[in-house]
Each structure stands twice: as structure tokens, then as C-alpha cells.
């Protein structure tokens, strides 16, 4: 494999090309003239800092400008950046002219060696680490060898068992919302209970469930209760009867958390009656009970099975029932 | 002996007779780098990781990664009194009351994606020249590593904030872990301690993001770096380089003189960005709240292939038995970017298979002239590309007026039938380029000057290029295909008849090229 480019005569190696003396080498003032020039660059650097202490002690934090293209600026924040900008920049700028004009710039030629030990070396290595292992007689000690295995095994598990208190387990975390049969949908935000009545057709609301005063929402709970309310006309739905059943006076109530990787479903067209979840465009048809009609979503979103108590406020009839949000292993989504 | 010399000369003394470094410091110093403006990507990386350390070490001074709630009370008008997380209050607080808090939070955030940058386009130039070539292997898949690392400790870091952005990418973080099967819920509950969004998860990303992930940055950049030092760096084919040598300056002075003021000029460059565009505007998305989103929603560029994977994904999801496999996100979020990140560390004993090429390489390829691999690495690129495009969907739709419908189909086909066209296109191109260049070491240089020969025809001159450019344009090697017969020398039909197909096709396909000039066709040439 060694000599395949020799088949043929290649082209000879013309060797490089000949040094080429710059002008600082050979004229003394263009030297002068360069050492000035890092001179000033070094300086510009120096100067730079002495603008952002400037900045950092006498500039207040809430002054502004208004600069074209890049509309108001914060002049403290402005000052810091730039003086620290140009510092760097004006740093660096002249240790590499100072490189490039001024220091020896005659390429060197150093030799690479193969990196495969030599046989000789290698053969020693295989002797010593065998006759280490005849000296231990690992093959021999079996009964060492099993309980080492043994003993080796069962130190690796704690490390993993240590960890297994960073949470708790899912029991049913997943599958319950506090969506219960008679619970109240409010406003979210807002709090208050809604008035089937003051919804008009078109209307789309952000619920959750109600809790007691005394209850504090968690983030978890916000990131699997939340219900979006919408009302279309009634003889635009194309539902199953039981599906229809479990809408009211033509408003109909889905989880606001996308199925697909639980972002919240958070726009409404209208005119189409299509709820798009922003992060992966999945795209639900409203009247079809929010039947996935593009995008990644596998499953339609949940509806809540809703009615009105008798104060004609919205209540949930019964909870989901089915888990809201993304899939997991032991969803059962039959 | 001057005394400055003197003192330097005693303290030197001291350190070498503790600790004997004089001969290896000597032979490191003598150390040649080859030049070439492609060698800096790698130290472009290297610069903005340090960038990174500095820039974060000050915001941790500031920072307080807990999900507790608390009031804001800050001096940022529009959320005052609401209530958010410890962490996001304390963002504000370093945007808003620590002077230049906000220039180190867009340094820390543009350094961060000017090091993917530089990642990104590190491996590319290291894949096109072939410099992942035996012996260094072992630092291309520590390449791979550090790659992997950086999306990793990026998505922390944009995470930690706690912003109605960041807080949308976590969810979706958590939905991919309970996609796993098996442990996926469990896994997420640990992770977060709890249901999505839990308790300790930014104070647990907190300490991978700041002790755990830079350490193990740092061990491996060392190794990286320290086997480029050892291996010595590769070097672009030209007159007076070969296999057995490196041309270029020395480490003192010219080198390091170079490269320590590159390191100011990319920290300068990252300041200047961090003053005059803003990155990042966390209080501008508000405090993260599950119930809530803002549209177009986008991850930060590293990652946003991997969304758009994603979002073209079909609505895939089996139930059975109880259980539910969403298809819809582990094939975009963790199989195909798992097989393409192993095919990518895999690689060179890939190529090396295929061309049965078992020697050290420390002269570079020049693209054109290895067309299959050039070809496979444009596809790659195309695929990312496609995927890139799809998960910005959504904003280009807005700005182009286009339907997200068709951008998305555009991305689904496109995904399937750009690549492989790329592949044919780039390698048709390489050809073409050798084409080009056997005319240029045949024919010289079209000078655009016609003569009137006395005939009456008119002819172009041609000047001929130097021997330097000539030597350059062919020296490289070409090596023919495996040749792998289905028999042995007794006719006997080998084993792994199938596998020797494979490798024997492949082995064709790598192996074409156009014939390079030699110095036969150029005396031929002379006699005409």
C-alpha cells in the first residue's frame, strides 16, 4: 500500500519558495515605523480601559441614547461593552503586528517520528504485564477472583441507589389533574367563576380548576390543569355523541397542554377553528373535538366533560379521563 | 549578566533542580506550528471556552439558582410585584443592578454560541482535509465528545434563567426523558424531583452546569490539546512538506505572540457583540409559568436542529399492552441524532475500512481530491441544514408570508431527497475542480490575451503556473480501490462474501477520481 503514488513519476518537490525579506528587516525607519504602530496600538488598549472605569464610576445606570439602527441604548452598558471591547481587541491587535512585522518570521523544520513503539519495546511490555499476572496468579486463585467479581458488582449498585431519593416516584401524578366531578372552572388569571351566559360565540378562555382560598397553586399543577374554554356555534361541531354530550351550549372545554410534548396549545384561529401549539406547530381541529389535522401531536388533546351547576356557572361533570400532557411508557391510551 | 537576567536565571535554577523541566521546556519551546488561517477555528473554541469560565464565574457570584418564589422587587417597572423564582429575580437583578452585569450575561451567552460556532466549524475543517486520519483518531472522537458536551451544558445554561422561553425548553426537555421506555418516567421524576416542573431541578442543573460539565470540558480539552501537542499538528500539502516533517514558527516568540493576541482579538470581538446587540432579553419573555407561551418559541441555533427534527416528525405513537411509545419523539430527539453522532465518531475507521488505508497521515487532503468524502460531508451538512430551517418554521413563516403547512412538507421531503442530492452535486463539483485544476498544471493560467497567429487563427496565451502551484496541484496521492476477489489464490470462495461486496463497492466509489498530472504528461507536453 506503501508506494502507490510512485507507480507513476510524480512531479518533483520544488522545495519552498525563497524567503522573502519584509520591509522592517531591511529598511531601519520602516522598522521605526512599525515599532510606532504597536506602540499606538498598545496605547489605544490602555486608553480603552481608562473609558470603561470611566463608565464603571461616573456614568448613572439609567441614562440613555438614542443611536440609528440600534435605537435606545443604555450609556453605562454602552461604555463597558465598548471600552472593554477595545481594549481586547486593540491588545491583541498589536502583539499580532508586532508578530507579523517585527518578530523573525523564518519558517523551521522540525521531524515527526512514527508513533508505534519499537518491536523491541513492545514485546517487553507484553513480558512484563504477563509476569506480573503469573506472579499474582490470578488464573489460579479462582476463589479471589470470584469474590473480587462479587465485591466489585455489588459496590457499583449504591452510587446508582444514592441517587434514587432526588425524587419521588410517579404513582399517579401523571393520570390525576384537579379536575373533579363539580369543580368550578375559573379564570385564569382572575380566579372568578364563569357564567356560561357571558360567553359569545368565539369566545376562548384560559381556565383552571378551583381551589380552596386557603390552597396554594404549584407550578405542577399549573402544568397539567390548565383547560381552555371556546365556544363555536353549536351546529358546527362534527363530534360522537359522546363526545357532543360532554360539551354545553356549544362550548366545549380541552387541556390547554399540548399531548404532543406539553407545551401550552395557546393560539386560536378563528376562522378555522384551529388550535396551533407554538413550539412544534401540532394543529388541532376545534370542532372535531381537537382531532390532530397537522404537525407531530399523535393524540388529540383531552376534552373535559363540562355542564353548569345551578347558578349556571361552568363545572367540570367528571375529571379527565385520560392523562393530559405528553405521552410516557405506562400511559394507557387505549 | 544584567540582574533581571540574573534573578531569571536563579529562579529557573530553582524549578529545574526540584523538578528537572529544562529539557523537556527546551524541546517544547522549539516546537513548529504550520500556519493557516483554517488552524484557528480550533483556537477560536479554546478562547471562548476560557471566555466562558471567566464570564461565568462572575455571574455565579450574583446568581441564585433556586426555584423558591419570591416577589420582585427590583427596579424593572413591568414586573414588579410578581411573583417568579429566586433564579429569575436574580437575573434581572444582575441585568438591571450590577454594573456591567448585563454586558457579562451577553458575553457569557455570545461566547457560548460562538464556541458551538467555532465547534461546528472546527470539525467541518478537520473532516474536509482529512486531518482525522490515523494517528488521531482518538482526539476526532474527543472532538465528538466535546461537540456533545457543549449542547449539553448550553441547554443548561440557557435553562437556568428561568424565563418563560427557557422554562418552554425544559418542558420539552422533560417530555423527551418520559419518552424513554421503561424509565423515561422515573428518570424525569428524579431529574426534577417531582412532576414537570418540580423543585430541584435548576439548582441541579446548576452545579452540572458550573462544576461537573466545565470539569469534564477541561480534562478533555486538556487531552485534545495536549495530543495535537504530542501528535504535532498536520500540515497542508506544499513544496517542502512531507509525512516525515512540520514547517512553520516556532512556539517562541512568533507563535505565541500570534495566538495569545488571538485570544484578545475573539475576547474583544465577544465584548463588542455584547455591547452593541442584545442577546437573550429574559425580562422581556417574563417569568415561566407552565399555563403560559410565547409564540415563536425557539431554541438557540445549536439546538434548533434537533427541534425541527422534531416538528417534521409524523404523529407516530404505538399503544399496546397498556403502554405507549411515541415514536413522534424518540426517533427525531434521540435515534437519529444518536446514529448520526456515532456514525461521526465512527468515521475514520469507517474510511479507513473502507480504503484499507492503515498509515499515519500528517499531510492534509485538499477537498476536491477525495470526493466521496467531501460529498458525504455537504450531505451531512444539508441534512442539518433542512432540519435547521424546519425549526424556524415558524419565524420564517411570519417574515416571508409563507404557510407553515408548506415549509413544514417542503422539510419532510426535503429531509429524504436534498441530502443525497447534495451528495451527487458536490462530488460531480470535486470532479469538475480536479478537472480544472489538471488543465491549470497542463496548460497554464488563461492570461486573456489573443494572439493572430499568421495563419489567421486566433489563439489565447497561456502562461505557465510556477513549480511551487504545479507541485502542489499534484502531489497528492491517489490510491486505487480494494481490489477484493470473491476467491483466494486456490480459488476457494472466501467468508463474508457479502461483506466483501459492500467493502470492495465502496472502496470504488471513494477511489474516483480524475487522473493527476505526472511528470511524463508534462515532458509529453513540452515536445508539442
Known amino acids: 500500500m506503501s508506494d502507490v503514488s510512485t507507480e507513476i513519476e510524480p512531479i518533483q518537490d520544488p522545495g519552498p519558495a525563497p524567503h522573502v525579506m519584509r520591509n522592517a528587516d531591511i529598511d531601519p525607519k520602516a522598522e521605526k515605523r512599525a515599532e510606532q504602530q504597536v506602540a499606538i496600538l498598545f496605547g489605544l488598549s490602555g486608553i480603552s480601559s481608562l473609558l470603561l472605569i470611566y463608565s464603571y464610576v461616573f456614568i448613572a445606570s439609567d441614562v440613555f441614547v438614542f443611536i440609528p439602527v440600534m435605537g435606545n441604548q443604555n450609556v453605562q452598558q454602552l461604555g463597558l461593552g465598548l471600552g472593554m471591547a477595545f481594549s481586547l481587541l486593540f491588545l491583541g491587535l498589536g502583539a499580532i503586528h508586532w508578530a507579523k512585522k517585527l518578530m523573525p518570521e523564518t519558517e523551521v523544520i522540525n521531524h515527526r517520528h512514527e508513533f508505534r513503539s519499537s518491536d523491541e519495546d513492545r514485546d517487553e511490555l507484553v513480558k512484563t504485564v504477563k509476569h506480573a499476572a503469573a506472579e499474582v496468579k490470578l488464573g489460579r486463585r479462582s476463589l479471589i477472583k470470584r469474590s473480587l467479581g462479587f465485591s466489585l458488582g455489588l459496590f457499583a449498585l449504591p452510587p446508582v441507589l444514592l441517587l434514587r431519593d432526588l425524587g419521588p416516584l410517579p404513582k399517579k401524578q401523571l393520570e390525576t389533574t384537579n379536575w373533579k366531578a363539580g369543580t368550578r372552572l375559573v379564570t385564569d388569571p382572575g380566579n372568578r367563576p364563569i357564567l356560561a351566559s357571558d360567553l359569545e360565540v368565539g369566545a376562548v378562555v384560559q381556565t383552571l380548576p378551583e381551589m380552596p382560598e386557603e390552597t396554594e397553586r404549584l407550578l405542577s399543577d399549573i402544568a397539567k390543569d390548565p383547560v381552555l374554554l371556546i365556544r363555536i356555534r353549536e351546529e358546527d361541531f362534527q363530534l360522537s355523541p359522546e363526545k357532543l354530550a360532554m360539551t354545553h351550549d356549544g362550548i366545549i372545554a380541552f387541556s390547554k397542554i399540548c399531548s404532543h410534548m406539553g407545551c401550552a396549545v395557546a393560539l386560536y384561529e378563528q376562522t378555522t377553528k384551529h388550535l396551533l401549539c407554538p413550539c412544534h406547530q401540532s394543529t388541532f381541529d376545534v370542532t372535531r373535538g381537537a382531532k390532530v389535522i397537522f404537525g407531530p401531536a399523535a393524540r388529540p388533546l383531552p376534552q373535559l366533560d363540562i355542564t353548569v351547576d345551578a347558578e349556571g356557572y361552568l363545572i367540570a361533570r367528571a375529571p379527565f379521563n385520560e392523562s393530559v400532557g405528553p405521552s410516557y411508557w405506562e400511559r394507557n391510551s387505549q | 549578566m544584567t540582574t533581571a537576567e540574573k534573578r531569571l536565571g536563579n529562579a529557573a535554577d530553582f524549578v529545574d533542580e526540584r523538578i528537572g523541566a529544562a529539557g523537556w521546556v527546551k524541546k517544547s519551546l522549539n516546537k513548529v506550528f504550520p500556519d493557516h488561517w483554517s488552524f484557528m477555528l480550533g483556537e477560536v473554541c479554546m478562547y471562548s471556552f476560557v471566555i466562558l469560565l471567566l464570564s461565568g464565574t462572575f455571574l455565579t457570584l450574583w446568581f441564585d439558582p433556586s426555584q423558591r418564589d419570591v416577589i420582585y422587587e427590583g427596579v424593572y417597572e413591568p414586573l414588579k410585584g410578581i411573583k417568579m423564582s429566586a433564579a429569575y429575580a436574580s437575573t434581572l437583578d444582575i441585568s438591571f443592578e450590577v454594573r456591567g452585569g448585563l454586558l457579562m450575561r451577553q458575553i457569557h451567552h455570545w461566547a457560548a454560541n460562538i464556541f458551538m460556532a467555532a465547534i461546528v466549524a472546527h470539525l467541518l475543517r478537520v473532516f474536509f482535509t482529512g486531518a482525522f486520519r490515523k494517528p488521531r483518531e482518538f482526539n476526532w472522537i474527543l472532538g465528538i465528545l466535546l461537540l456533545t458536551l457543549g449542547f449539553v451544558e448550553g441547554l443548561f445554561g440557557y435553562s ?285 493560467l488563461e492570461t486573456g490575451r489573443l494572439v493572430r497567429m499568421p495563419s489567421g487563427e486566433f489563439v489565447e496565451i497561456h502562461e505557465p503556473i510556477s513549480d511551487q502551484k504545479r507541485f502542489i496541484l499534484t502531489s497528492h496521492e491517489q490510491a486505487p480501490a480494494l481490489e477484493l476477489s470473491a476467491t483466494d489464490a486456490r480459488g476457494v470462495k472466501r467468508p463474508g462474501g457479502i461483506k466483501n461486496k459492500v467493502r470492495a463497492r465502496l472502496s470504488k466509489a471513494h477511489a474516483v477520481g480524475l487522473p493527476k498530472v505526472t511528470a511524463e504528461d508534462l515532458k509529453e507536453i513540452e515536445h508539442h
Open chain 2, 160 to 444: 437556568l434563567p428561568d424565563d418563560l422561553l427557557s422554562g418552554t425548553g425544559l418542558r420539552i426537555t422533560s417530555a423527551i426523558i418520559q419518552a424513554i421506555p421503561l424509565v423515561g418516567t422515573y428518570i424525569s421524576f428524579f431529574l426534577f424531583g417531582g412532576a414537570f416542573p418540580g423543585v430541584g431541578f435548576l439548582p441541579r442543573i446548576f452545579t452540572l452546569h458550573v462544576l461537573l460539565i466545565p470539569g469534564a470540558f477541561l480534562a478533555v480539552i486538556t487531552i485534545h490539546v495536549m495530543l495535537v501537542w504530542y501528535q504535532k499538528h498536520t500540515q497542508f500539502p506544499g513544496p517542502g512538506k512531507t509525512e516525515k516533517n512540520v514547517v512553520g514558527h516556532p512556539i517562541l516568540p512568533v507563535y505565541m505572540a500570534k495566538a495569545g493576541g488571538f485570544f484578545f482579538i475573539v475576547f474583544g470581538v465577544i465584548a463588542f457583540l455584547s455591547a452593541v446587540a442584545s442577546i437573550n432579553p429574559i425580562w422581556l419573555y417574563g417569568p415561566y409559568t407552565p399555563g403560559q407561551i410565547s409564540a415563536g418559541s425557539q431554541p438557540d441555533w445549536y439546538m434548533g436542529w434537533l427541534d425541527g427534527l422534531v416538528r417534521m416528525a409524523p404523529p407516530l405513537e404505538t399503544h399496546a399492552f397498556g403502554h405507549t411509545v411515541s415514536w413522534n419523539i424518540l426517533i427525531p430527539a434521540l435515534i437519529v441524532p444518536g446514529i448520526l453522532f456515532t456514525g461521526m465518531a465512527l468515521y475514520p475507521f469507517i474510511e479507513s475500512w473502507i480504503t484499507g488505508d492503515k498509515r499515519e497521515h500528517h499531510l492534509l487532503d485538499r477537498p476536491r481530491n477525495v470526493p466521496n468524502r467531501t460529498a458525504l460531508g455537504v450531505m451531512s451538512i444539508t441534512f442539518v441544514l433542512v432540519a435547521l430551517i424546519n425549526g424556524g418554521n415558524d419565524i420564517l413563516a411570519t417574515n416571508f408570508h409563507l404557510s407553515i403547512n408548506q415549509i413544514m412538507w417542503f422539510s419532510r421531503i426535503g429531509i429524504f431527497v436534498l441530502p443525497p442530492l447534495a451528495f451527487v452535486i458536490t462530488k460531480r463539483l470535486c470532479l469538475s475542480l480536479q478537472r480544472a485544476d489538471r488543465d491549470l498544471v497542463l496548460h497554464g
